[in-house]
């Protein structure tokens, strides 16, 4: 309770004994400081980056994606086969997608989920095998159906009734990549009416939102998919949420996927089911995401137990996440431009203005998402103060890191780094009051490189057809 009376700061935030620590839940194994207190990531330190590259950077530590992803699928391969099954891990590429990233995880055994045209144009670009791709998204258009289905993209999640019917019509065609004769693979993406939101979850039996198809419903819809000829339903597909912590959702949900899959087992065989992503990660000190051997074991035991109380099969499972791949293995370094100090009702508030904001990372405004900062150039003196960094956007809204304990000397011109901004930061990013989008470098044992460049002034004007040229 130290906040309430005499600071700004929230109850989770709990002062740091030197506010130049790296909390290594939230950081890549590889940020450290070097002697001179400099931040230090892939073996690169933050100056010579910047040097580079300029701010803001999007950094991206290469063994820290690739690590992620072998320890989910080593996870997920172990659980499955203490519990009699396999398991298969895609990459979820909404959080963060381009052709070097697609190459990493594919090279480390994993598949890529997409859930657009777009999406599924940058595996393809990548040299993704398309029998490696999993094709989501709530409203597929014919055109991207078309695509994926000449592609031979090895899962259609079929989303809603429609979508039957669309495919239908492009199977019929022979449209397929592997000919005429080979059926697409598809699974039934249903809504379990459970949702998990970080720790808690709620379990309702309608469920307010977009996707899947309602459990009261899928009967129906499966037994259309196995009607059609070229067309071949392998499974049910369930997602529940995303930063979610513990297995409590997962285990609600697959319990109550695994009454329908029971049910439907009386239509044909049912190799396969998918219970999504949406692992948890940290993105604070506060924030204590369970070790994922946890997760995967307690998820597959879950399903496990279930088949075997229903005397079924277990099927091959899979998982989609996204943000825990990624999430930690990204930070952005900003320069410090202005700094203000702001008399509230209660204390003080410092806010610290860098040369970014809502524009690379829209998950503070969109969500009131928190984050972790520390200084890059050097490491601080002065005791912690309570800080709120912000962008240059004209909107107040546009924060960076709501809440945190900088040194007390920070000032104009120090490097600032943001943590775990690898997920759904790019992505989501914008030209909002025309600022370029930063570049993203990998950096990986001392090395940099450019995996996607930077915006420059001419890429901000290509568009505008009133400039003379
Ligand atoms: N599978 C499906 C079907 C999904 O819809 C998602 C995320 C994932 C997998 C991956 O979830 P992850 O493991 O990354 O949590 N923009 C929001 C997150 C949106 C997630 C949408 N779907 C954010 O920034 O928090």
Same mark, same amino acid.
């Given at each position: 309770m130290h906040s309430a009376v005499s600071s700004p700061a929230p109850?989770?935030?709990?002062? #740091?004994?030197? &506010?130049?620590?790296?909390?290594?839940? +939230?950081?890549?194994? %590889? &940020? $450290?400081?070097?002697?001179?207190?400099?931040? +230090?990531? /892939?073996?690169?330190?933050?100056?010579?980056?910047?040097?580079?590259?300029g701010t803001p950077l999007q950094v991206l530590d290469e063994t820290e994606v690739r690590r992620r992803a072998h320890v989910l699928r080593a996870a997920f391969d172990a659980a499955a086969r203490?519990? /009699?099954?396999?398991?298969?891990v895609y990459y979820a590429g909404k959080a963060l997608l381009n052709t070097t990233i697609v190459r990493w995880v594919l090279d480390e =055994?994993?598949?890529?989920?997409?859930?657009? =045209?777009?999406?599924?144009?940058?595996?393809?670009?990548? /040299?993704?095998?398309?029998?490696?791709l999993g094709f989501h998204g709530n409203n597929k258009s014919v055109?991207?159906? $078309?695509?994926?289905?000449?592609?031979?993209?090895? @899962?259609?999640?079929?989303d809603s009734a429609i979508e039957i019917e669309r495919l239908a019509a492009i199977v019929s065609r022979g449209a397929s990549a592997a000919g005429a004769d080979a059926a697409q693979r598809v699974m039934l993406r249903v809504n379990s009416g459970v949702h998990a939101e970080t720790h808690d979850f709620l379990? @309702?039996?309608? !469920?307010?939102?977009?996707? =899947? @198809?309602?459990?009261?419903?899928? *009967?129906?819809?499966?037994?259309?998919?196995? $009607?059609? !000829?070229g067309l071949e339903f392998v499974g049910l597909h369930c997602h529940i949420g995303s930063q979610i912590f513990g297995v409590a959702g997962f285990r609600e949900s697959a319990s109550r996927v695994l009454d329908l899959h029971q049910e439907l087992l009386a239509g044909g065989d049912i190799p396969q089911l998918n219970l999504g992503g949406g692992f948890g990660i940290a993105y604070t000190r506060?924030?204590?995401?369970?070790?994922?051997? @946890?997760?995967?074991?307690?998820?597959?035991? &879950?399903?496990? !137990?279930?088949?075997?109380?229903?005397?079924? #099969?277990? *099927?091959a499972l899979s998982f989609e996440p996204g943000r825990a791949i990624v999430g930690n293995a990204g930070v952005t370094l900003y320069e410090v431009g202005t700094i203000k100090d702001v008399a509230l $009702?209660? /204390?003080?508030?410092?806010? +610290?203005?860098?040369?970014?904001?809502?524009?690379?990372?829209?998950? #503070?405004?969109?969500?009131?998402?928190?984050?972790?900062?520390?200084? &890059?150039?050097?490491?601080?003196e002065g005791a912690p103060v309570l800080v709120r960094v912000v962008g240059k956007h004209c909107? %107040?809204?546009?924060?960076?890191?709501?809440?945190?304990?900088?040194?007390?000397?920070?000032? #104009?011109?120090?490097?600032?780094?943001?943590?775990?901004t690898g997920a759904y930061c790019a992505p989501l990013s914008s030209n909002y009051n025309h600022v370029p989008r930063p570049p993203i470098v990998a950096v990986r044992d001392g090395e940099s490189r450019v995996i996607v460049r930077g915006e420059s002034m001419a890429d901000l004007l290509a568009r505008d057809a009133g400039i003379q040229r």
């Open positions: 109850e989770w935030l709990t002062p #740091p004994d030197d &506010a130049n620590d790296l909390v290594p839940a +939230v950081w890549p194994a %590889s &940020a $450290e400081r070097d002697a001179d207190g400099e931040l +230090v990531l /892939g073996g690169v330190t933050a100056g010579r980056l910047v040097r580079t590259y203490a519990h /009699g099954t396999t398991a298969r =055994g994993l598949n890529v989920d997409v859930c657009t =045209g777009g999406e599924l144009e940058v595996a393809l670009a990548a /040299g993704a095998d398309a029998g490696r055109a991207e159906l $078309e695509r994926a289905v000449a592609a031979g993209v090895g @899962t259609i999640i079929i379990a @309702t039996a309608h !469920e307010d939102q977009k996707f =899947g @198809t309602p459990l009261q419903l899928a *009967p129906e819809l499966v037994a259309r998919i196995r $009607e059609i !000829e506060a924030d204590a995401p369970e070790p994922i051997e @946890t997760l995967a074991d307690g998820i597959v035991a &879950a399903v496990a !137990e279930g088949c075997a109380a229903r005397g079924i #099969p277990v *099927p $009702e209660v /204390g003080t508030r410092r806010y +610290v203005s860098v040369d970014g904001g809502m524009s690379d990372n829209a998950r #503070p405004a969109l969500y009131g998402a928190q984050y972790s900062a520390r200084l &890059a150039s050097r490491a601080g909107e %107040s809204g546009d924060i960076v890191v709501d809440h945190e304990h900088l040194p007390g000397d920070v000032a #104009p011109g120090d490097l600032l780094a943001v943590a775990a």
